[in-house]
């Protein structure tokens, strides 16, 4: 690395002893020759001349090292032109930067380009005054347009030099020449020398120069003008807006320490802005102004602005002081506040949130707890008070067809209930009296002599629900094989229909099931009936069952009346029915 830096430094020496040629430079004929109207910005490029040319400068910063400028004073004496950016001219890009131009700046101007040695371009600039060039016109080389609106650009100086012959006007922006292009700029136009904008965009922002000829007789000269293009909104209508702080905004401070307040406030655009940002201190007496910044906002859009107000100790006087930030423009005015707050101890504040969290997590699982074991007694009570009757306009004649396989004669006295019993009595005692459902039992409501598969099918879409009492003897039984298959059939094709699995006894599936059968009885859940003597025993079965049938707002009025706890209306029906059971054994 280091011996690059020797090589690159050796290469920078051996071309400045070479230090072009200047004098072969001066020798050469004029290359381009310069009328300028003084006190007006002027730009000159190291390029030779070219009829028609594309760019007149470029803002690249390689050329600044590429290129070297000379200037021939009116007394002989050659002046090379040093970087500075508070001389004037300035070297900026490949070009020669004279703002404002001046009388005193007439004369030869040389240029060399370092990379081709060769390439030397030798400039005559003559300066005049607005008297002498005949100037009528407004020259103002700041030109600023309304966004969004029409207008045209006249080249500042067309009106000089009336006795000379002018020809037509080039147009450039940033140095690269302005054609009529409908894709990229579209509402741009040429009219009479003037450049016509239709519509002005954000982007029409930039350095603008217009070049033409001037024929004084046998001579021509170059005449060179520019006008920078400053797109501007309407002004604000409306007051500042104080982003930060929000209203009042308290910090928790501890005394002594160093806080800096920052505000943030958006201002909207100000051709002559009158904005500012001040700091009000405010005690229980008065409101005393501490600082006050100027603001000038120019973006389309407005602009945001930040000031620090800086505290460099906090006493307990600051305490009791509210520190105002207001920010103002020709409009009005609005203001945000702090507050400053003694910082709690880390302690209790730690303590306090530990406790804040620990008692919130409790009362997560307390309540996730409670609606888990109650969840089902929720949904009956949303069901019973807001839940829409579902059967309500479905064309449906039953709630619920029942499905059930004859037990074996040899098992009925060893079961306190067997499925048959629980099918034709329990069910439409419990859902029908008590519930006000309408229950589809085949011995009941299928009458005899028609074809058994038809009705049953048929019985099936008229009803909203198949309960299905799942006992060994019912996958023995080839009607209820075939009901449960049915039932499976229709609930695949219309699914209002919904079945609900009632295992009674525990039993073990056949393998020769259909596949789709199998697949029901796996994935569907099942209501268990637990088979015991107790009148408690089936009190969650019942709510369960009834938490499958459909939402139906003609209840009974003992279920009514126990809505939330369904126990004792059970545990009462449950009595009825067992005390029957026992007179009819003691009687046999």
């Known amino acids: 690395m280091l011996i690059f830096c020797w090589i690159a430094l050796l290469l920078t020496k051996r071309t400045e002893s070479r230090d072009f040629n200047i004098t072969g430079c001066l020798q050469k004929s004029t290359d381009v020759s310069y009328r300028a109207i003084s006190d007006q910005k002027f730009v000159v490029s190291c390029d030779l001349p070219l009829e028609d040319p594309t760019m007149i400068f470029n803002y690249s910063q390689l050329y600044e090292i590429q290129v070297q400028w000379f200037w021939k004073s009116s007394d002989g004496e050659v002046e090379k032109l040093h970087r500075n950016a508070t001389s004037n001219p300035t070297l900026w890009g490949n070009a020669l930067w004279f703002n404002p131009l001046k009388v005193q700046h007439s004369g030869t101007y040389l240029c060399i380009n370092r990379k081709e040695i060769s390439t030397c371009v030798n400039i005559f600039i003559v300066v005049e005054t607005k008297k002498i060039a005949n100037c009528s016109g407004n020259s103002a080389n700041d030109k600023y347009l309304f966004i969004s609106q029409g207008t045209s650009i006249s080249c500042p100086g067309k009106d000089c030099y009336p006795h000379f012959q002018h020809s037509s006007v080039k147009w450039y922006k940033n140095g690269r020449r302005i054609t009529l292009q409908k894709i990229t700029r579209p509402g741009l136009e040429f009219k009479e020398d003037k450049l016509v904008l239709r519509y002005v965009y954000d982007k029409d922002n930039g350095t603008y120069v217009c070049d033409y000829t001037l024929i004084d007789h046998s001579a021509q000269w170059k005449m060179r003008t520019i006008v920078d293009i400053i797109i501007i909104a309407k002004d604000t209508i409306s007051p500042p807006t104080v982003l930060y702080p929000s209203d009042v905004t308290i910090l928790e401070i501890e005394l002594g320490q160093y806080l800096e307040l920052e505000c943030k406030a958006k201002f909207g655009f100000e051709m002559n802005a009158s904005s500012s940002v001040q700091w009000y201190i405010e005690t229980n007496e008065n409101k005393e102004l501490v600082h006050q910044k100027s603001v000038h906002p120019k973006g389309l859009e407005g602009q945001t602005f930040s000031d620090v107000f800086t505290l460099k100790e906090i006493t307990e006087e600051d305490l009791r002081n509210h520190f105002i930030c207001l920010a103002q423009n020709s409009v009005g005015n609005s203001t945000g506040m702090f507050k400053l707050k003694r910082k709690t101890e880390r302690g209790i504040y730690f303590l306090l949130i530990l406790c804040c969290t620990i008692t919130t997590l409790l009362g997560i699982i307390l309540g996730s707890t409670l609606v888990y074991w109650r969840w089902i007694d929720l949904v009956l009570f949303y069901r019973y008070y807001l839940a829409k009757d579902e059967t309500v306009g479905d064309c449906k004649e039953y709630d619920a067809f029942v499905s059930y396989a004859k037990p074996d004669p040899s098992g009925i006295d ?17 859902l029908e009296n008590g519930y006000g459902y309408k229950l589809c039992l085949k011995e009941r409501n299928i009458l005899p002599g028609g074809a ?28 209820s094989l075939f009901e449960l298959e049915a039932a499976v059939n229709t609930v695949l094709e219309d699914k209002t229909i919904k079945l609900i699995l009632i295992q009674f006894e525990s039993f073990q599936e056949p393998q020769s099931l259909p596949q789709k059968v199998k697949k029901v009885l796996k994935i569907l859940p099942r209501v268990v009936w637990e088979t015991s003597t107790s009148h408690t025993a089936n009190n969650q079965f019942w709510k369960k069952l009834w938490y499958h049938m459909p939402v139906k707002h003609t209840i009974g009025t003992k279920a009514k009346q126990s809505l939330f706890s369904t126990t004792s209306f059970l545990l009462e029906e449950e009595k009825t029915h067992w005390k029957k059971k026992d007179g009819e054994r003691s009687v046999t």
């Open 452 to 479: 058994y598969t038809d009705d049953i099918v048929n019985t099936l879409k008229r009803s909203r629900r198949a309960i299905m009492v799942l006992t060994p003897s019912y996958f023995k039984n080839r009607e």
């Open 414 to 430: 060893k079961a306190p209930c067997n499925e048959e019993e629980f099918a034709l009595e329990f069910l439409p005692q419990v």
